[in-house]
């Protein structure tokens, strides 16, 4: 494997080493994050910007008994700037009050071995930037459109360490890849996206081609709100299932605040609560959505199932909570990965008398915890289905949507893929989902967004 940008693992331990060794707190911890981001961003069909920065992050995290503080520096090289940072975090610490929750610093862990660094992405030069944003600018040129994209490309290395004896490192590249293209009138827009670990996977020519696409294709005809039978994207999938990962909490649930409180008290772990069809897990080394296999606290985080055919398999405990449990503690998911099926986007298309196909969701915002809802805007390329074809485009809605009717109301499944699930464009949590087509998709009102 190729070294990582930024700091390597052995320098980020010699920093922790020397944080601890200065500190004069009861326990301390270093979580630092160091490497390398660069971009290219495209307007007008040019590429306007393009750049990159190394950057290094040093959180010291001082505790007193209970009481805790932090304070982040990026003066690493000079003895006594990390000092005087690490004596700020011990002057709050003392000040703060008592945090009643707080559980002791790790001691050494044992981490699953995590392939995420790709040197393909790590050593990823502008010249290959600028010729993949070539392609969607000489496409949208061709059809007389015009093209807006965003690059981004990440690639370091992260590491926690505790003055109980832990520390542990972890290389990861990323990259973000978005594309939207209108019509010189701004009437019509389509988008398309990619995101991948690995460089090799970022396809260009297909996010040209699907964004110049749909924007041929879309342009605003009316069609009044409702609840339609919905063929979403990968995309649009992505954008809801990465908000539903804070939804798989013990703790919310024991304490009667999410949808997986039982009625009367406690939790509906074991019960089947979505169509069998839905499986949701997450994994640290599922191939190119590669993350963390531990979390900012250094507890150690490996492949778990949350929703296993239908059926509520796990949900996340911290530390503090697994202790007034008497259970072990499991933390939160950092990539998602829900099972695909076989059917084709064209199969789905098929299959339907009266729907409406869904390219990605805008502006999503949370409306109620205990049937996990939200609403958003659809956006750059919304169409209606009749007796199985795609028969014009329409107008874009803003959606009201439980996530839990959306997975119980499941007709087909597609194949899963890592999208952009992001709203800004940055490489996000990685995220890999299946186009699905449901019925009763809350269309609940006419939007004016193009």
Known sequence: MAEAKGLSSDDLKAISDRVIQLSNADQCR??????????????????????????????????????????????????????????????????????????????????????????????????????AAAIAIQQA???????????????????VATSNGLFGSHSKTGVAYTL???TRDGLQSGWAGDEANDWNNIESQRVADDAVRKCRDWRKTNLDPGQYTAILEPTAVGMLMLRMMNAFNQRTADEGRSYFS??????????????????????????????????RSGEPISRQNWIQSGAVENLARSRFWAGQLNQEPLPGPNNLIMAGGNDSLEEMIASTERGVLLTRFWYIRGLNPRIISYTGLSRDGTFLIEDGKITRPVNNFRFNQSLVEMLQNVEMIGPSVRVAASE?????????????????FNLSSVSDAI
């Open 30 to 131: 270093v979580n630092i994050n160091s490497g390398w981001r660069g971009y290219t961003r495209v307007a007008t069909n040019r590429i306007t910007s393009a750049g990159g920065a190394d950057a290094t992050s040093i959180n010291i995290t001082s505790v007193f008994g209970k009481r805790v503080a932090s304070v982040s520096t990026n003066s690493f090289e000079d003895d006594a700037l990390l000092a005087a940072a690490v004596r700020r975090s011990e002057t709050m610490a003392r000040l703060a009050p008592e945090s009643p929750e707080y559980v002791d610093e790790l001691a050494a862990q044992n981490y699953q071995d995590n392939q995420a660094y790709y040197e393909s992405t790590g050593e990823l030069e502008p010249l290959t930037r600028a010729e």
């Open 141 to 159: 040129k061709a059809a007389g459109q015009i093209a807006a994209s965003y690059m981004d490309v990440q690639a370091g290395t992260s590491s």
């Open 180 to 182: 939207t293209s209108r």
């Open 262 to 295: 039982k009625a009367g008290g406690g939790n509906r772990l074991g019960e089947q609560l979505f169509d069998d069809r839905v499986t949701i897990y997450s994994d640290p080394a599922y191939r190119d959505a590669e993350s963390s296999p531990f979390d």
């Open 424 to 440: 800004n464009s940055s490489v996000s949590t990685p995220i890999v989902v299946p186009t699905l087509k449901v019925n009763n």
